[in-house]
């Protein structure tokens, strides 16, 4: 197996991609220039410190809303919308449905961390 074969698929939102630059980084020394304007971009958007945003994914998860994927919940923590409505436009590109009653949890359990 070479170094280029995947071995594993797993989403990601921004706060774990600037903590695995910022390892990366330290580990290096420096980054590559795509590096760098990624870790520009991930500064820029990040919104949550990692604690928050590790216990908004594990309650996103705990919700135990069906149907709602990994892939979501990361989206959703990435853009943090703050109604039912912006949620809506969030996950519109995906084929999903979630009840309002389960848009709801998921809304005021992201307001509990803005």
């Excluded at 420096?30 to 590790?54: D, M, P, Q």
């Amino acid at each position: 197996m070479s170094k280029a074969d995947l071995l594993e698929k797993n989403p990601m939102t921004i706060m774990e991609v600037k903590k695995e630059l910022e390892a990366a980084q330290k580990r290096d020394g420096e980054l590559s220039f795509r590096g760098n304007k990624t870790l520009e971009y991930v500064n820029l958007f990040s919104k949550l410190a990692i604690t928050k945003h590790n216990d908004l994914k594990k309650q996103l998860d705990d919700l135990n809303i069906p149907r709602l994927k990994p892939d979501h919940i990361v989206k959703i923590i990435d853009f943090l919308p703050k109604s039912v409505a912006e949620l809506d436009v969030l996950l519109q590109g995906y084929t999903l449905t979630i009840t309002k009653e389960n848009k709801t949890k998921i809304i005021s359990a992201v307001k509990e961390f803005l």
